[in-house]
């Protein structure tokens, strides 16, 4: 069972800056398929950005160019770097993993079985 745990949430202003981390334990981290997900107030969760594990990543439409999700596997670390953040970004931001991905789409969060609790990002 692959377990995860968010940090690096917080408060920004806009135009700023967060990175968030996710470590992942209980399985060989760098053969996971890994993505972030968020969920906006009074809205359902979708998919921001995912990553492979050979490194090849997706992100969705409105984050494209200003967030970058990547990976240290010596550090069973997965990370989204957030740039010029926009109100709109404001939302609990959760780390899945997935052992496996059928098909050819990354940003599916059915495909994602282990889920981490969730970091909190205000941007005002």
């Known amino acids: 069972h692959v377990q995860l745990v968010e940090s690096g949430g917080g408060s920004v202003q806009t135009g700023g800056s967060l990175t968030l981390s996710c470590v992942a334990s209980g399985y060989d981290f760098s053969r996971l398929y890994m993505a972030w997900f968020r969920q906006r107030p009074g809205q359902e969760r979708e998919a921001v950005a995912a990553?492979?594990?050979?490194?090849?990543?997706t992100y969705t439409h409105s984050v494209a160019g200003r967030f970058t999700i990547s990976h240290d596997n010596a550090k069973n670390t997965l990370y989204l770097q957030m740039n010029s953040l926009k109100p709109e970004d404001t939302a609990s931001y959760y780390c899945?993993?997935?052992?496996?991905?059928?098909?050819?789409?990354?940003?599916?969060?059915?495909?994602?079985?282990?889920w981490g609790r969730g970091t909190q990002v205000t941007v005002s």
């Open positions: 990553i492979d594990n050979t490194g090849s990543a």
């Open positions: 899945a993993a997935a052992k496996y991905i059928l098909g050819p789409s990354m940003l599916d969060q059915g495909k994602y079985k282990s």
